[in-house]
């Protein structure tokens, strides 16, 4: 008996069983729409939050860079825990550096105050070039955007409609920035855009432009609505591929325990094919189960998994081949069925929430995050997402290839160490 002939007897059983296809396809799907539909509706929840990160590089030696940075710094606003600062400000040197917390998810928004911003301010628009504020947001952020372009718009509008050139006209500024004011940003959030527009064009028609500051704005990365289904169809995917597979290469032990695979044994097959067709079979029903939940999420429920079918089909394979040799050390590593069975269930939730499955590992703390890396489910779920939410190529996704073929080998490696210290005499 060869080891494929035996790979294909064991899918061929897995998917004859209606349990196994309820876990394999059906739950990932299920529990997919649920948790899509519930973050959905917490997504849809605007109500204000405070602290938004925010860093500050004031490239101005004068005192008004100085002046806007406290300005921005000192805005209050009363939430349900008191009241509490808008934002919790960071200043960097390096414009470009402070470009980068942002890019990575550390900040909510980059705010540039230029050089001679005060020398160019106190020349009430004699300049030539009025000085440009520069506000860089992250993409991914749908309120905290537009709450940084307002509050500096209004501290803009305070600077070109009063004469600077003492203190007292910065604390009419700090009078116009007040807790209410911030409240009144927080209560126009979905219309905050209409709202500086016109604010700047009444200010135009009655006082006539003063532009002594211009403000550009720019969204770092292409700013896309979160497609909830794309993240958790791939998740849940990966978090049952999971179970399938333990369930799969634990029934070696199954085998041992019920006396047949001491039969199969003792037939010209030697202990090595039947391993590693029992461990094919556990591939073969992985690699299906994928192409079955990618198959049919995208046709009934229009999940977007890639680009390319490349890239897809590749990650495909790795994830199922570093999944299955886990399975396969765990089993190896398992005294019995039953003791495998328990291992089994308490890693995969374990490295589920490690690999955020269920929370988003933009939230963890930075020791959590290289934790988190050790898992297949990290590198493999942020494959999946940057191939279905970032539109990531195989270029992109390399890193996560590489890192699970390291994993794969690993797992095998013991896996085989461990089963010819059982069964090899």
């Given amino acids: 008996m060869k080891p494929w002939t035996i790979a294909l007897k064991d899918t061929l059983i897995a998917f004859r069983d209606r349990n196994a296809i309820l876990l394999m396809i059906a739950a990932p799907l299920m529990i997919s729409m649920i948790m899509g539909a519930a973050f959905g509706n917490m997504g849809g929840n605007t109500s204000p939050i405070s602290e938004i990160s925010l860093i500050i590089v004031n490239a101005d030696k004068g005192e008004l860079g100085k002046n806007f940075t406290e300005i921005i710094s000192s805005i209050d606003v009363e939430s349900s825990e008191g009241i509490k600062p808008l934002f919790a400000v960071e200043e960097y040197i390096d414009k470009d550096e402070a470009i980068a917390q942002v890019e990575i998810g550390k900040a909510r928004g980059v705010l540039y105050i230029p050089v001679d911003f005060s020398t160019h301010v106190e020349n009430r628009g004699e300049s030539v070039n009025p000085p440009l504020l520069e506000v860089y947001t992250d993409p991914s952020a749908s309120i905290s955007p537009g709450i940084i372009r307002g509050v500096v718009q209004r501290i803009v509008n305070g600077f070109n409609t009063i004469s600077i050139g003492n203190n007292v006209a910065v604390e009419q500024i700090f009078e116009n920035l007040d807790e209410n004011s911030a409240q009144e940003i927080y209560a126009n959030l979905e219309n905050l855009e209409e709202i500086i527009i016109a604010e700047n064009e009444s200010f135009g028609k009655v006082e006539g432009r003063r532009e002594r500051i211009i403000i550009t704005s720019k969204t770092l990365g292409a700013g896309e609505d979160l497609d909830l289904l794309g993240y958790f169809v791939p998740s ?29 044994m003792i037939t010209p097959t030697s202990i090595i094919e039947i391993l590693l067709g029992k461990i094919g079979g556990t591939f073969l029903t992985g690699i299906l189960q994928f192409v079955i939940l990618v198959a049919i999420s995208a046709l009934l429920f229009g999940v977007h998994w890639s680009d390319s079918l490349l890239p897809l089909i590749l990650l495909t394979i790795v994830t199922v081949i570093a999944v299955t040799s886990l399975g396969a050390f765990l089993a190896g590593f398992s005294r019995n069925a039953n003791q495998a069975g328990i291992l089994g269930s308490t890693l995969n939730l374990v490295f589920a929430i490690l690999g955020g499955n269920f929370i988003l590992t933009t939230a963890f703390p930075d020791w959590l995050t290289i934790i988190s890396k050790l898992t297949v489910n990290r590198w493999a779920l942020d494959g999946f997402s940057t191939l279905a939410l970032s539109h990531g190529t195989l270029i992109n996704i390399l890193p996560n290839i590489a890192a699970l073929l390291g994993m794969a080998i690993f797992y095998f490696t013991l896996a085989t160490v461990l089963f010819k210290r059982r069964f090899i005499k």
């Fill in 236 to 264: 849940m995917s990966i978090f049952f591929l999971m179970f399938a597979a333990f369930e799969g290469t634990r029934s070696i032990l199954e085998e041992e325990r019920d006396g047949t695979l001491h039969r199969l």
